[in-house]
C-alpha cells in the first residue's frame, strides 16, 4: 500500500524559516522523482522542487535560492525534505509531496499548512 505523510508545516513570520517532511511508504517511491508541491487558496496546484534518485534538485523560480529539497531513501520508505528559509507571505500554501509527473494511483497526501503571516 502507497502512502503520503506531510507534516512540518505551522505560522511563521515573514523572513523565517520552516522544514517539511513527508513520509512516502512504499517501494515504488524509491525509483521516482519526487516533488513538492504547494496550493494557495484559489490558485492551482504547482510544483515548486523536485528530487531525482540521484539527488539532482530543480527549483521554480519563485522559490530558487530559498528553499532546499532533499531525499532518504530506504527499503520502503523515502523520506522527502523541503527546507524554506526566508519565507514570504506568498509561500503561504498547503505543501504537499507526489512523484513528479504525479501517478494517477498515487493517492495524495492531506498535505500540511504553510501560513507565513506577522
Known amino acids: 500500500q502507497v502512502q503520503l505523510v506531510e507534516s512540518g508545516g505551522g505560522l511563521v513570520q515573514p523572513g523565517g524559516s520552516l522544514s517539511l517532511s513527508c513520509a512516502a511508504s512504499g517501494s515504488i517511491f524509491g525509483f521516482y522523482v519526487m516533488g513538492w508541491y504547494r496550493q494557495a487558496p484559489g490558485k492551482q496546484r504547482e510544483l515548486v522542487a523536485r528530487i531525482t534518485r540521484g539527488d539532482t534538485a530543480n527549483y521554480a523560480d519563485s522559490v530558487k535560492g530559498r528553499f532546499t529539497i532533499s531525499r532518504d531513501n530506504a527499503k520502503n520508505i523515502v523520506t522527502v525534505y523541503l527546507r524554506m528559509n526566508s519565507l514570504k507571505p506568498e509561500d503561504t500554501a498547503v505543501y504537499y509531496c507526489?512523484?513528479?509527473?504525479?501517478?494517477?494511483?498515487?493517492?495524495w497526501g492531506q498535505g500540511t499548512q504553510v501560513t507565513v503571516s506577522s
Open positions: 507526489n512523484t513528479v509527473p504525479v501517478g494517477t494511483t498515487i493517492p
